[in-house]
DNA sequence: TTGTACGCGTTATCAT
DNA sequence: ATGATAACGCGTACAA
């Protein structure tokens, strides 16, 4: 069933050295013999076995990206950047989701590790697994997406979150708001408590208390937490309950924000909402959702030039950490001067 | 630098056949020895080779689902659905995504084949294409999905366009439409054929003439064929103007909800929208959109269950079309009565 | 162009 | 239960 090289070169009449000529260096074979070999794998349906020449090679031509989260559109945004950047330097990617579990995550990696790829991209549930530092050490190059770590043998690619979250709760305070909700979770997600970091900053620079930041925690990143979170939130006596609420990421957001509605909630006049990544749905939201918008393609690029970078230079690649700037793009969830469905052009804060 | 199995007999002070059985057939090894070779194995940081295992095996035990477009949530859903069915299987599953390109699906095809996965899931952008064909012959399972091919030798999975499209169009007959524009393209993409056809074929039985279907093309499926339709739309005369459309998925619906409303256009009085796929963020939408929903992850559960009985049938197994029914979820993007956006729960419709 | 050693885990055989 | 050893799978690269 299988055909081989060497069935092909029997069928070709030439040598099996000959027939991987063909395949690997085609100007070293005269052009006769080379289409009587061509024909003969046409004919046989040959198969180059890429186990075969791994296994020779030493490692294989394939990344792998293992993502957080495939059902949130940040995440394929950023993977678009790196197919981009993957297939313009010939190398192809295959994108692995972990949907945020662990033992998924592990098993994807060590899947990776075994078909010794050339190199992994991931955006991990816990970045200071210690299996990523033993796939490093045995040698395997790794670029961390979309979160940091504090040593330095590490390439990474981040947006600044802290800075995302300074500017979404500096937003809300211009807009005088007082009392302001904090939703995502789990806490020890490094986007997660550093946009916290940025909102809780972003309060105590403007001389409020810490206390004012009210912590809504949620068990993921998905709709689902933005639905469950507005219930908790809508549920509040109203002297005590938040004016508004800024959302880890754009799906709580939306969730939020689907569910505030339903339960009667104004948007922004009883709730303002802010989100993050700006994912392209957020812009066409029942209320367009104010979002840290993050240069999701060109973060899956630089992701991608690091660890063909790393190929390259080899044992003497020095890591390199990639922060790109995030910005607020302003839309009627959380401002009532763009409120009106007719007027709906975003606009872009700076912080002051 | 790279650790084989030999380095790690010779560390535990045990013959190569042993450390082979501790990968392979635990059981058969006294448990203190397996205890000291996996002790071996930690402390070299052993790393199985997958080529060479492969090359043995003659199949990995990885599958492949190239996916026709990875930042449309409809895939990732139907992704989701695969994995759970894949990873209950002990099955590794990797997306790879075409992005609506033939090249992209060729290159990806050609790789899997290479890597002799054990079977590949496809939505392919061109179901006839050849290379197709010959994979199955040559012995790659492979089953399609949210698509199908006329001839028997293929299993697929697909949810039935033609009565989608039928339910889409009914439904915005019922509502008293009678100028209907179809968004889709390119028209040879075996959905927006089966789609179009049954919303003409609704057309039809209702009496009205071909005419009155408005055929508006688009290059692709994504949003931003739905922002440049929804100019032309709008720029047509009132008086010959279609007041519905019925796009061919939710991307297209939802960039033709944000550009009308931006140009002036009220949702639904002056123009009524129906999408397809009934995505997550088809609910959360400007206005809440109407859609023919698929199941999604059940797609996917069923195109891996298909292709793991494949794999266990050999080569008697029996191919099947699986075929699943669409539903209207109607919201206030078609319907005056649930336009009101604090009573927006969704109805579903019957066709009679 | 050809012949052949090589990469590495798996499996089987014979022996202990 | 374990040891020692060799054949195997298949494409690659190099010396001849």
């Not at 260096?25 to 046409?42: I, W």
């Not at 050490?137 to 800075?163: F, Q």
Request: net charge negative; with cysteine; charged share 25%.
């Amino acid at each position: 069933m299988a055909v081989s090289v060497k069935d092909v070169a029997v069928r070709a009449g030439v040598s099996l050295g000959t027939v991987s000529n063909v395949l690997n260096r085609p100007d070293k074979v005269r052009a006769a013999t080379r289409e009587r070999v061509e024909e003969a794998m046409r004919d046989l349906g040959f198969v180059r076995n890429e186990s075969a020449r791994q296994l020779k090679a030493g490692r294989s031509n394939t990344a792998g990206y293992i993502m957080f989260d495939a059902s949130n559109p940040f995440f394929t945004d950023v993977a678009s950047g790196m197919e981009a950047a993957a297939e313009a330097a010939g190398v192809s990617l295959f994108l692995c989701n972990s949907d945020q579990r662990p033992e998924r995550e592990h098993a994807y990696l060590s899947r990776l590790e075994q078909g010794r790829v050339l190199g992994i991209l991931i955006t991990p549930v816990d970045p200071s697994s210690p299996m990523l530092d033993q796939m490093r050490e045995r040698g395997t190059p790794l670029v961390i997406v979309d979160r940091t770590r504090d040593d330095d043998d590490w390439c990474s690619v981040a947006v600044d979150d802290e800075l995302g979250g300074r500017l979404a709760v500096g937003h809300l305070l211009e807009g005088g708001h007082r009392r302001i909700a904090f939703v995502g979770g789990p806490a020890v997600l490094g986007q997660v408590r550093d946009r916290r970091a940025g909102a809780w900053q972003a309060l105590t620079d403007a001389g409020l208390a810490a206390a004012d930041l009210v912590d809504v925690p949620s068990d993921a990143m998905g709709v689902a937490d933005g639905l469950s979170a507005a219930e908790r939130i809508a549920g509040m006596p109203r002297a005590t309950r938040p004016t508004a609420v800024f959302c880890a990421n754009d799906l709580i957001a939306l969730g939020m924000l689907q569910r505030s509605m339903a339960l009667g909630l104004r948007i922004p006049d009883d709730l303002a909402i802010v989100g993050y990544d700006d994912i392209d749905f957020a812009a066409s939201a029942a209320v367009p959702l104010t979002s840290v918008r993050q240069p999701r393609e060109q973060l899956g690029r630089a992701a991608a030039r690091l660890i063909l970078a790393e190929l390259d230079e080899g044992a003497r690649h020095q890591h390199e950490h990639v922060t790109f700037q995030p910005e607020l793009i302003v839309r009627a969830s959380s401002d009532f001067t763009v409120a009106s469905p007719r007027s709906r052009k975003p606009r872009r804060a700076a912080l002051t």
